[in-house]
């Protein structure tokens, strides 16, 4: 069951990566696995590392959930979310309406040029250049990000850590990690989170439009990406 608690403030210390070692790591997950607050461990992250030193990651879908509860944590934290250029309207609708609502500073990385339908032959090609090389412009100057990647995604993301030291040397933190749909649900409906209009339409994983499709009935929720080339992953968080 996904939780979230009160916030209360509390000033960042300078960041020594060389606190985070296996073991640190090891019991920073017992820990967050035992109490899967995300308040607290989103509490715990800009306790850690000075706040203008990280960026919250949203599709705007519905880890818009993740937004809500990073910005009472950190009022004008940074959210960085990536222009594709083929985002669905109902996506960029969501877009306006995080920024309206709550006290972020919202970081949209430029789209690269529409060209050739890259993603009809190359849907890997076409994710490393509008997902995953964006993505590296966004974190760069970061210690540390924080996503809304949860386990029951996908087979992949089974085994998503709360927290994790990604393959750049930057701390993850997956604070929804076992949260489920339904949790997500009750939650944005308590709080009032705007969520992807898609959501209700039938589309539980949202991306590009051109590589978006609804699942069909016992399908799981990211059959309907990238369906016609066996691909699950854009790569953002491999």
């Known amino acids: 069951m996904g939780r979230v608690s009160s ?15 296996l073991d640190a790591l090891n019991a920073l997950n017992q820990a967050f696995e035992a109490h899967g607050d995300a308040t607290r461990m989103i509490r715990w992250l ?15 879908t519905s880890d818009t959930v993740l937004v809500d509860v990073a910005a009472k944590v950190a009022p004008g934290i940074e959210v960085l979310f990536l222009d594709t250029g083929y985002h669905f309207g109902e996506t960029l609708e969501t877009v306006d309406a995080v920024e309206r609502k709550y006290p972020i500073k919202l970081v949209v990385t430029p789209a690269p040029p529409i060209g050739d339908a890259r993603y009809e032959t190359d849907p890997d090609g076409c994710c490393h250049e509008r997902k995953v090389l964006p993505l590296e412009q ?7 990000w924080i996503s809304g990647v949860r386990r029951s995604d996908s087979e ?9 030291i990604d393959k750049r040397g930057l701390v993850k933190l997956n604070p929804l990690a076992a949260w489920t749909d339904a949790d997500l649900a009750t939650y944005a409906a308590i709080h009032e989170v705007p969520l992807n209009p898609l959501l209700d339409q039938g589309y539980p994983s949202i991306g590009c439009w051109p590589c978006t499709r609804k699942p069909s ?3 799981h929720a990211r059959a309907g990406r990238w369906s016609a080339h066996g691909k699950t992953e854009c790569g953002l968080h491999l």
């Open 7 to 21: 916030v209360t403030d509390a000033a960042a210390p300078s960041f020594d990566a060389s606190q985070l070692d």
């Open 46 to 60: 800009v306790d850690t590392i000075p706040v203008d030193r990280l960026i919250v990651a949203s599709a705007m």
């Open 138 to 144: 966004g974190l760069a100057g970061r210690l540390g």
């Open 156 to 164: 992949v993301r089974a085994n998503t850590p709360f927290v994790q």
């Open 217 to 219: 009935d016992g399908e």
